[in-house]
């Protein structure tokens, strides 16, 4: 069962994380513009999130963090 975000994360490229399926694939992507430790930490929270061993809400907020410290959350 997909699990779906309150609010969706939007990024600069014009996509729409609406959900943590696509925020998993969005991290995933080799396009991402940048990996740091905000990416990381995403990555794994979404993960435990998907596992049931975080909340959705903790997932969205490290997604949103890893999109701003690339540049790549849209205002």
Same mark, same amino acid.
Not at 50 to 71: F, K, N, T, Y
């Given at each position: ?7 969706p994360?939007?990024?600069?490229? #014009? ?15 080799? #396009?991402w ?18 596992? #049931?061993?975080?909340?959705?809400s903790? #997932?969205?907020m ?6 701003q ?7």
């Amino acid at each position: 069962m997909t699990k779906h975000f309150e609010t969706p994360v939007r990024l600069t490229d #014009g996509r729409s994380l609406d959900s943590l399926d696509d925020a998993i694939t969005a991290l995933s992507d080799t #396009g991402w513009p940048q990996r740091g430790p905000r990416h990381d930490e995403a990555l794994d929270i979404c993960l435990k999130v998907r596992d #049931g061993h975080r909340s959705l809400s903790e #997932g969205r907020m490290a997604v949103e963090m890893a999109a701003q410290e690339a540049g790549n959350l849209a205002p």
